[in-house]
């Protein structure tokens, strides 16, 4: 059961929406379930695939925001603030607007409308209009001929600031709630406080063998997408906004836009292009979209606004920085106790999404192990600086990294090996979480399995000569959640499928392919349910106009919800062609197959057969047009209390990581060899992309654990606190094809019962465990504890002469050998 | 997009025309050869200048010319080029190692010897774009009067960032400097001058016109290690160039020079005691490591912790020498 | 005040072409913005990250920080060059194959380093392609299917070469 500490300053909830709603939208129940093949086995799903858009990639023609021109467009431009924290006294655009070539210049009174991806927390605007909160913050936008007027116009744009000081990290936040960085926090600089406990987690502690403390700092980061930031936006004359964005989210984006803009929402398309990248740093609504829009309503051309590479960093959305206190307890036999965390967040500016940054920041920790007590306290504050935000993993990497650094302390302290000791607590199959959250289909041991194997972990593990070591984490994370961001009942996420007479078929659907191949996901579960080709199937995606509603790429939800509308809009027009094939030749429905292009009856499939293409014309004849909706809402889930919802998941995967490092005692450089990565995604519906994401996961992971971090200058005599210090690729490091480790993927697969055809997310889970599973290594490898992000060369070498970290190896060593451990 | 600021383009033919151009219009001219520093550096708007002289393609730049006195090498020559010639490889391999630690594979095709020689110095708080070092409240390098590295300062401490230059001081290389007076010569290690803003002794009218890596220098053993956060893209953090000659088993003409850690590189004294008649071994690394420890003071003005890189300079300076030994560092 | 307009005249992909620009303008600028070769793309604008990456007489090299006036008389081949006659390239193939193209967007950088290492080494170890591609950053791979495929390619070329 759960207590709530009352806090205030907490935005309230509005009643009643805590928990969805007794006659709440359920998806068909299928009699033969979900996971099965159709015919038998698997004709597309399982294989090694191409995707539908990958041509298109691999000769330069897929067409990306910036690839858009459209006639007479012009280009537009932010004015940002050079300052951290200041008061906008005035904004005199007169010389910019006389420029030749300029077309026009707003300010924050003409987009007043506050808003935010959260409806509790609407605290932005789309161009300051009494104050900038961070070195970045846009407060004016020029549309010109072209960039360079556009930029030049901005320089001879008058801004006069009244510099208030600047909070830049969370004690001043705490100490200073007189420096108010954002008025919307109804106290001080709190963002968010969340408090939850479930059992009692100080008698848990108290009756422990042993229990660890540990303090946690992880470093905030960005998503650095190769591809910025950028937005087209066209006003016609009749009043029809149509805008092109790199967003992730074209549906939360088209209500914003709306709201903003003053327009009616069916007088709004959305569209999203390629993308380039996003990885939670596009998941919202930016600045740009609705400067362009606005500047389009206001000179009658179309705008495009592309962020340099710089804007980026100041649009961030990335990793918050947490400060995290760790009690964990566990009995000599190796099971845990209980768990206490206390968690302070920096979040910078804003809230974007940090009401639920703070729940993740406890909710997700809860499995794979069982917890028989868990209590965790989370303040988000705010800062002047860019706004953090949801970056692959949100929330939940950091108390992560922290538990499972915890658990590799755990296991020294009762000389268990530290793999053994994550067996021993798995929580299970078809269970609930301390905290409420239904688990379903669990393949961690197999994970675990999984990477002992393939890493030859027992002949590893605290037998390596000294700078070399292996260690290893686990972790888990939802695929998708019930919590819409907006209250409402409507689905989730929903397809249109058309089958055409020539034999093709058409899957419209909401669904944001940022890379990870989620536009591919509908197209194989069409082939698989249709008997189609791959080529044969079209896929019109996120374009508001076109496509029923997607929530968007976020929170892992894509092939979980698309594809489980994908396969009941498919499976209801296949069961509509079974029928009417079983009606002309006699026999059932569930006798007839589609597969490999032949519709055929399994009890003379020579005889009673014809091609796709023709069965769909025998159906189209019978039946009409063909045409099917399918869409999907997550069951009632979570626990029954305020939060509960947040963090509940119709399905959550899991990962298991080990890393093998050699390290430079001299320079205390790490060189991460191999990274063993075992995730259960379900169902691999394609391995090829399902290895991508885990693979790609792992490198984001690593990439934190010991390269990025997001260091702003301390004041400099008149300006400069807050200021990220190297906004560029260059400065900002993320690694090259020479840094990057080996990384081998082992795909686990539990056959989830309410995943389209048993898959489940892999997308943001598989980075989870590379942090901890890095700093355990170097624990093996050199005995110091990297409790602090990134490992860098200095930090590693500062941690090997601060104490005996030969010593504290050797010691580690002992109790294992003298065990005869394996 | 980052924009560039508006100039006129020259394009001399010719090294008479470049000069004759240079001689009317050299202050304010920015030359640009392989273009990897300056056209960044013109996006930053850290030059603004009239013109631009882009002088890729002038003929009899471009050359690598192997002779009886030495390895003579136009400074048009790319980085590529010069870490893939045979001549190189063979005789002055170091050379070519750290010619091929620059950037990346890209820039190292575009990038030239002499571009690379004449790098801008870089500086945390310079190496930025005008909305930025407007928040600053800019530097003493660059339209401000504060350095923020050693604020009560009235010197800019701008880095030397140059892979080439030191290992060229080791290998007691010389270069060329022509104007509109006539050519002279000068041993690379006099090019430098310790001043963050402008850190040869390059005057305006002037370009560097050839390299030159004497023949008493072929064969040397030498070794050039380089500190960076990763193995491509990055600027040294610090970088050591060692080279000696070896005659019956004790080093001769020792040179240990470390750069990135201020506005020249660095050559560390006292070789003549510590190296000169000595065996080239991990005694000789030790020593050197020593010396250079007490010699160079790394400031923060390159992204890294300031008091690693101190720490790291005897570590780097041991490798280089290991590398010189043949031995794996 | 506004710069001086030229013409330039270069080879893109083997065709001549002509197309206005200014001193300050660099080669991706007059790809993508004035010659509608949108494929070469934009990540950084200033050489840190090797989407721009062209091939330029023979050699990868960054269009980003390329002054367009450079490169009078050059030929330049760019990823809308790579396939012959409409048929994907070996490499573009093995990359589209292997799931080495996510986003895309480094994509073609990438597979013009990539093409250019094939070219001149048709059977490279996996150091020397990790080499080759470490001015191309990409996000979303962890660099493996990229390297895979560079194998792939390479093994193919080698085939149809009669070469082993």
């Known amino acids: 059961m759960s207590q709530e500490k009352p806090r205030s300053g907490t935005p309230a909830i509005p009643t009643g929406r805590a928990m969805p709603r007794e006659d709440r939208l359920s998806p068909p129940n299928w009699p033969e379930g979900r996971a099965a093949a159709p015919n038998g086995t698997f004709s597309t799903i399982g294989k090694r695939n191409r995707k539908v858009e990958g041509l298109a990639k691999v000769t330069g023609r897929a067409i990306y925001a910036d690839d858009i021109t459209l006639p007479r467009m012009l280009h537009a431009k932010l004015k940002r603030s050079i300052h951290a924290h200041a008061r906008i006294l005035s904004i005199d655009a007169t010389e910019a607007l006389a420029m030749p070539g300029v077309h026009a210049v707003i300010t924050g009174k003409d987009l007043p409308a506050w808003f935010g991806i959260i409806p509790w927390t609407e605290d932005e605007q789309a161009l300051c209009e009494e104050k900038a909160r961070y070195v970045g913050d846009a407060i004016a936008a020029v549309a010109a001929d072209s960039e360079r007027i556009a930029e030049e116009a901005l320089a001879k744009i008058r801004v006069e600031y009244e510099v208030l000081p600047a909070v830049t990290d969370i004690d001043t936040a705490l100490s200073h709630p007189e420096w108010k960085v954002n008025e919307k926090a109804a106290e001080g600089n709190i963002s968010k406080q969340v408090f939850l406990e479930f059992g009692d987690v100080e008698g848990q502690l108290a009756a422990s063998d042993a229990v660890v403390e540990g303090d946690y700092w992880y470093e905030g980061s960005t998503h650095a997408p190769i591809e910025p930031h950028c937005c087209v936006a066209e006003f016609d004359a009749t009043g029809f906004l149509t805008v092109w964005s790199s967003t992730q989210v074209a549906h939360y984006l088209h209500r914003d836009l709306a709201k903003v803009l003053g327009l009616p929402t069916q007088r709004v398309r959305v569209i999203q292009p390629v993308v380039g990248g996003a990885f939670g740093g596009k998941s919202e609504p930016f600045s740009l979209e609705f400067c362009s829009a606005k500047l389009s309503m206001i000179t009658g051309r179309p705008v495009k606004i592309l962020y340099t590479r710089e804007e980026v960093f100041y649009a961030h959305r990335g990793r918050h920085p947490m400060r995290m206190h760790y009690r964990t307890g566990i009995r000599r036999d190796g099971t845990l106790t209980g768990v206490d965390a206390k968690i302070a967040i920096d979040g910078g500016a804003y809230s974007s999404f940090g009401l639920v940054t703070t729940y993740y920041s406890g909710q997700l920790l809860t499995a794979p192990y069982t917890m028989p007590a868990y209590r965790f306290d989370s303040t988000r504050v705010f800062t002047n600086k860019p706004c953090c935000g949801p970056k692959r993993g949100h929330g939940s990497v950091q108390p992560r990294f922290a538990f499972e650094c915890q658990l590799d302390k755990l296991a020294e302290k009762i000389a268990m090996d530290p793999i053994e000791l994550r067996r021993k607590n798995f929580i299970g199959e078809h269970t609930r979480t301390v905290n409420g959250m239904r688990i379903t289909s669990n393949g961690f041991l197999q994970c675990l399995d999984e990477v002992e194997r393939a890493a030859g972990w027992s002949g590893k593990f605290r037998k390596l000569p000294y700078g070399r070591g292996v260690g290893v984490a686990g972790s888990m994370y939802i695929s998708g959640t019930n919590y819409c961001i907006y209250p409402n009942e409507m689905p989730q996420a929903a397809v249109h499928l058309r089958l055409d007479r020539s034999g093709r078929a058409t899957v419209m659907c909401g669904i944001s392919d940022i890379g990870q191949g989620a536009d591919s996901v509908l197209a194989y579960i069409v082939c698989e349910e249709l008997g189609l080709e791959l080529r044969d199937v079209r896929v019109v995606a996120a374009d508001t106009d076109l496509t029923p509603v997607d929530l968007g790429s976020y929170s892992s939800r894509e092939t979980f919800m698309c594809g489980n509308a994908c396969l009941d809009a498919a499976r209801k027009l296949r069961h509509d062609i079974a029928r009417v094939l079983a009606d002309a030749w006699g026999c059932e429905p569930a006798q007839v197959t589609l597969a490999g292009g032949i519709a055929c009856s399994t009890r003379d499939p020579q005889r009673e057969c014809m091609s796709v293409k023709d069965a769909f014309q025998r159906a189209e004849a019978k039946l009409g047009t063909l045409g099917s909706v399918g869409w999907y809402q997550t069951p009632k889930l979570g626990g029954d209390y305020r939060g509960g919802t947040i963090g509940a998941s119709p399905a959550y995967s899991f990962t298991a990581h080990v890393a093998e490092v050699d390290c430079d005692l001299e320079t205390g450089f790490v060189r991460v060899k191999k990274l063993w990565v075992a995730h259960d995604c379900g169902r691999a519906l394609n391995p090829v992309t399902v290895e991508g994401q885990m693979e790609g996961s792992a490198y984001m992971g690593a990439a934190e654990a010991l390269l990025e971090t997001q260091d702003f200058k301390p004041a400099a005599q008149y300006h400069g606190p807050g200021l990220h210090h190297g906004p560029s690729l260059l400065d900002y490091r993320i690694p090259t094809s020479l840094d990057t480790p080996e990384f081998e993927s082992l795909i686990v697969e539990s056959i989830d019962p309410e995943g389209p055809y048993g898959a489940k997310e892999a997308g943001e889970g598989p980075l989870h465990p590379s942090v901890p599973a890095i700093a355990n290594a170097i624990h093996d490898a050199l005995g110091i504890r990297c409790d602090r992000l990134p490992f860098s060369p200095p930090a590693v070498l500062k941690l090997l002469r601060a104490g005996d970290a030969r010593a504290e190896w050797e010691r580690a060593r002992r109790p294992l050998a003298a065990a005869g451990a394996r | ?329 | 005040m506004p710069a001086t307009s030229f013409i330039l005249r270069l080879s893109v992909n083997g065709d001549p072409r002509e197309c206005a620009v200014t001193p300050g303008t660099t080669l991706l600028e007059a790809l993508r913005y004035e010659m509608g070769l949108t494929g070469s793309k934009q990540g950084c604008d200033k050489g840190d990250c090797g989407a721009c990456t062209v091939v330029m007489d023979g050699q990868p090299v960054l269009a980003c920080i390329t002054l367009a006036m450079a490169c009078e008389g050059r030929a330049v081949t760019t990823i809308e060059g790579l396939a012959r006659h409409g048929v994907p390239h070996e490499v573009q193939d093995a990359l589209d194959q292997s799931g080495g193209a996510q986003c895309g967007f480094c994509t073609p950088g990438i597979l013009m380093s990539a093409w250019a290492l094939l070219e001149r080494n048709r059977n490279p170890s996996r150091d020397e392609i990790a080499q080759a591609l470490s001015g191309n950053l990409c996000r979303c791979t962890g660099y493996t299917k990229i390297f895979e495929a560079v194998e792939q390619a390479a093994l193919r070329m080698r085939a149809a070469r009669g070469e082993r």
Request: charged share 20%; proline share 5%; hydrophobic share 45%.
């Open chain 2, 1 to 329: 997009m980052l924009t560039i600021p508006v100039y006129q383009w020259v394009r001399p033919a010719s090294l008479d025309e470049l000069l004759a151009h240079l001689r009317d219009h050299a202050a304010e001219s920015l030359i640009v050869a392989g273009g990897t520093d300056a056209v960044p550096n013109l996006k930053h708007r850290l030059h603004e200048p009239e013109f631009v002289v882009h002088i890729g393609g002038i003929a009899g730049l471009d050359s690598i010319r192997d002779e009886r006195d030495g390895l003579h090498l136009g400074p048009l020559v790319t980085l590529s080029e010069l870490s893939a010639h045979p001549v190189v490889r063979r005789d002055f391999a170091a050379l070519g190692k750290a010619a091929s630690l620059v950037a990346s594979p890209q820039i190292r095709n575009m990038g030239t010897l002499g571009g690379n020689l004449c790098l801008d110095t870089r500086c945390t708080y310079y190496n930025q774009t005008f909305f930025w070092r407007e928040s600053l409240g800019f530097c003493l390098k660059k339209s401000g009067t504060v350095c923020h590295v050693v604020p009560q300062g009235k010197r800019c401490v701008a880095a030397h960032s140059s892979d080439v230059a030191p290992m060229l001081i080791a290998l007691g290389a010389q270069l060329d400097i022509t104007g509109a007076t006539g050519t002279r010569t000068l041993d690379v290690d006099d090019f430098f001058v310790g001043d963050g803003v402008h850190n040869n002794v390059l005057k305006p009218g002037e370009v560097v016109t050839r390299i030159f890596v004497p023949a008493t220098s072929r064969g040397l053993r030498a070794g050039y290690q380089k500190l960076r956060p990763r193995a491509a893209i990055d600027f040294p953090m610090l970088s050591v160039a060692f080279a000696t000659r070896l005659e019956s088993g004790v080093c001769r003409g020792a040179r240990l020079v470390v750069s990135a850690i201020a506005a020249r590189p660095r050559v560390v004294g006292g070789l003549e005691t510590l190296a000169e008649g000595m065996p080239l071994d991990d005694a000789l690394g030790e020593r050197l490591a020593g010396a250079a420890y007490k010699q160079c003071k790394p400031l923060i003005n390159v992204p890294y912790d300031q008091e690693y890189r101190q720490e790291m300079v005897p570590v780097f300076v041991r490798r280089a020498v290991r590398e010189a030994m043949g031995e794996a560092a």
